[in-house]
Structures are given as structure tokens and as C-alpha cells.
């Protein structure tokens, strides 16, 4: 293995890092890329994200985020965020060890074909031409063929060990399915009960003559499920009013930044095609026009609506660390792929015995994840039963459950359906966000 072709490589990657880093960093401090990178902490405040204009140290990248990602626990990480962050941070060091590892393996294994393949450099067809080359060539397989050959099975077997140590402890760190399904279930304990949770979406109602697609739902679960129906609501397409109310959003904002402009001349505009023809107006009154005009359309649309609509609540993307028997399938996947090319090799290099060696583990390492498919896959799919049953009769006893209940037929609303409020005054976009204390 050529000493530059490794420091390339290793520089390579390096700059990706760096950029990446450098870009993770730049854009994190955008507030546009808020619902992004800062999603749950945004829905837990309950605002939305508002630009007080250019501020050029949002694109000056800083590390400091890297020493902050490293020092929260594990049961702080869980506390503060979710299970997804916890069963990520471990995906990041398990990928990190095996990262390392497979280098350290793969280098191991360019070394001992390097030294299969070493020969004698090429002489070049001088004055003797071909016969020198030929004597080079017998003198080289008298003199070194033994030595290289020595060399390059001493490689090949310490190849092959790591191989053999390799597999079991990715399979033992693969048996993280036990300890991400025990943080599975006990996430589900201690979770408070959600809307979603006791909401099933039903589709194709067939609609009998003479009476209303709600009509028909609500009668037929009320008699077939009195003890655990409470409302239904109609679903509807939005995508137009969506449109219009994020569209009224944007202009919005635009028009308090324009508010805070203290130079005049930058306030015009023309009113033509894409601002470039037309006359010259006033930009804060042809987008504050633009603006009513939309909250008229926004309004007539909601009133074109009929029935009450259903949307999900504001999506939080909790999974409960679902996607772990992705990142195990994918390692049991390069775990076998790496053992096919290793016994391929070793058969061209004729070790049958490295060859051997190697054979069992693809069998064993499909007989763990088979082991672990049927053991642990079923817990990420759906709770079990016992779970469910215990988590209920915990339900039972909480003194908050009644008033959890109450609230159920109105959780669901659509934004597109809420009227349409913004505030009046800027004062918030020039005060500070830490006000003095007198």
C-alpha cells in the first residue's frame, strides 16, 4: 500500500469533515433553518422563528458546538430531548469504534496483498532489452520469493485473526437491540398519554343515501363502539389554503422588516413583473395591500369549507428509537459482505486455511441476527401486550386522565383554518431579548 495513496485518502476525508463541520455550524445559526435543526425545542416554546435582518456573525462558523454535543450524559440527553438523540449518540460511537476498526483491518489486509503481489520493478527495455529483464526476474524469485511469501502469509494470518476478533464484538455491540428495546419500553412508561394515541383514521366511509359522510360515521360508532367513541372529525384537503396562509406568512415578515427600514429610497420598488417594470411605489404599502388582499382570499376560502377538519398535531418526529433495526441490519449486511470478499481473497491468495477459518462466521453472524429478529425486532414494531395492558391501568390511576379526556374532541385543529393574527406593533423586533433590570 503506497504511503501517498493513504495520506491522500486520510486528507481527503479530513476536509469533508472540516467542511461539513463548517457548514453544519453556518447553518444551525440561520433562523430560517430553525424548524430544522431545533424542532422540538420550537414546539415546546410554541413560537415561530422571526429574522431581525443581516447579522454577519451567523455565518462565521464556531466550535464550540462540538465540545457542547460531548458533555451532556446519556439521562441528560434523555431528560432534555428524546429517546431518538439517545439511540443516535450511541449510533455515532458504535460507527466511530467500527470505523476505526475497519481501517485498522483494511490497511492490514492492503499490506499482505501488497506483499503477494511485490515483484521487480520494471527495468525498462534498454541495451539488453528482454533478457536482462528475464535474469532480473529469476534472480528476484531465487533470492526474495521465499522471504515475500513468509512475509505475506505472517500478514495474511494476523488478517485473518482480526477478522475473527472483528466479528463477535460487532455482533456483541449489534446486541445493543437488548439495551435500545429495554429504553424503548421504559420510554413508553414514563411517557405522558397523546392524542394520537387514541385517534384511528378511517378511509372509503361508504356513505349511504339520504345522510352525510359525518352522519354516517357518527352513527355507526356509536352503536358498535359506545364505551370508547367521543367525536370524529372530518379530513379534507387543504393544500390551497395552506398555500395562501403560508404565503401571507412570508409577507408578513417582510413587510415588519421593511417597518424597521429607516431609509426610504430602499423601500421602493416597481409593481411590475418580478419588481424589475412598472412604476415605483412604496414597497410597505404595496405589500401591506398585497397582504389584505390575501387575508381576504385566506378568509373566503375558509368560509368555502364545509365541516370541521382534522389535521395531525404539529409533527415532533418521535420515534421511540424505531430505526435501530435499520443501522443493525446494515451492519450484520457489511459484517457478511466483508467475510464473502475475505474468503474470496484468501482463495485467490491459496490459504485455504485462512479460507476455513473465515466460513463459519457469515453462518454464525446470520444465526445472531436471526436470533435477535425474532427476539427484539417485534418490540419496535408494536408494543407488547403486557406493556400496553400495564400502561393502562397506570392511566387509570392518574387524577389528570379525566381532563385528558375532555380535551380530546378539540386537540385536532388545522392551522389553515385559525384566523389569522399578527401583531401590530414591532416594538418586539427592536428590544433587546434580555431586558434590564432596575
Known amino acids: 500500500m503506497l504511503v501517498s495513496a493513504l495520506l491522500t485518502s486520510v486528507g481527503i476525508n479530513l476536509a469533508l469533515c472540516l467542511l461539513f463541520f463548517t457548514l453544519y455550524s453556518v447553518l444551525k445559526k440561520q433562523p430560517s433553518n430553525v424548524r430544522v435543526y431545533s424542532p422540538r425545542s420550537l414546539a415546546a416554546k410554541g413560537a415561530s422563528e ?9 455565518l ?21 430531548t428524546s429517546l431518538d438523540a439517545v439511540v443516535f449518540m450511541r449510533i455515532f460511537i458504535f460507527r466511530l469504534f467500527e470505523s476505526v476498526w475497519v481501517c485498522w483491518d483494511c490497511w492490514g489486509f492492503g499490506s499482505a496483498s501488497d506483499k503477494f503481489s511485490g ?27 521465499r522471504l515475500e511469501m513468509v512475509m505475506g502469509s505472517l500478514l495474511c494470518s494476523i488478517h485473518c485473526h482480526r477478522i475473527c476478533l472483528l ?4 455482533c456483541k455491540f449489534c446486541f445493543e437491540y437488548s439495551y435500545i428495546s429495554s429504553k424503548r419500553i421504559a420510554h413508553f412508561y414514563s411517557s405522558k398519554p397523546q392524542p394520537n394515541q387514541f385517534t384511528v383514521v378511517v378511509r372509503s366511509v361508504p356513505v349511504s343515501s339520504g345522510s352525510s359522510c359525518s352522519e354516517t360515521v357518527e352513527s355507526f360508532f356509536t352503536e358498535n363502539y359506545p364505551s370508547t367513541y367521543l367525536s370524529h372529525s372530518v379530513v379534507r384537503r387543504t393544500n390551497k389554503l395552506q398555500g395562501l396562509t403560508s404565503k401571507a406568512g412570508k ?8 417597518r424597521t427600514e429607516t431609509n426610504t429610497q430602499q423601500r ?4 411590475g413583473c418580478w419588481g424589475l417594470f412598472g412604476r415605483k411605489v412604496d414597497a410597505l404599502d404595496y405589500y401591506g395591500k398585497k397582504l389584505d388582499d390575501l387575508e381576504d382570499n385566506v378568509r373566503m376560502e375558509q368560509t368555502s369549507v364545509a365541516g370541521k377538519f382534522l389535521n395531525v398535531y404539529e409533527p415532533k418526529y418521535e420515534t421511540g428509537g424505531r430505526f435501530w433495526p435499520t443501522v443493525h441490519n446494515s451492519t450484520i449486511f457489511s459484517l457478511v459482505l466483508m467475510h464473502i470478499i475475505a474468503i474470496g481473497m484468501f482463495g485467490l491468495k491459496e490459504i485455504p486455511l485462512a479460507a476455513g ?7 454464525l453472524t446470520l444465526l445472531f441476527n436471526e436470533y435477535c429478529r425474532k427476539r427484539f425486532l417485534p418490540i419496535f414494531q408494536d408494543y407488547p401486550a403486557e406493556c400496553l395492558i400495564k400502561k393502562d391501568r397506570e392511566d387509570e390511576k392518574d387524577p389528570t386522565i379525566s381532563a385528558f379526556y375532555e380535551k380530546l374532541t378539540t386537540a ?7 384566523p389569522m393574527q399578527h401583531p401590530r406593533s414591532t416594538d418586539g423586533y427592536r428590544s433587546p431579548l434580555l431586558q434590564s433590570v432596575v
Open 50 to 58: 422571526e429574522s431581525n435582518g443581516f447579522n454577519f456573525e451567523r
Open 60 to 80: 462565521l462558523p464556531t466550535a464550540g458546538w462540538l465540545r457542547r454535543a460531548w458533555q451532556p450524559s446519556e439521562d441528560e440527553f434523555l431528560s432534555v
Open 119 to 145: 515483484g521487480p520493478a520494471d527495468p525498462g527495455f534498454g541495451y539488453f532489452g528482454f533478457a536482462q529483464y528475464v535474469i532480473g526476474l529469476l534472480q528476484y524469485f531465487e533470492c526474495e520469493c
Open 167 to 170: 466479528s463477535p464484538l460487532l
Open 251 to 258: 409577507l408578513y415578515r417582510k413587510l415588519m422588516r421593511l
Open 268 to 271: 421602493l420598488r416597481r409593481d
Open 357 to 363: 477459518l473465515i466460513i463459519p462466521l457469515p453462518i
Open 412 to 418: 385536532y385543529r388545522d392551522p389553515a383554518l385559525l
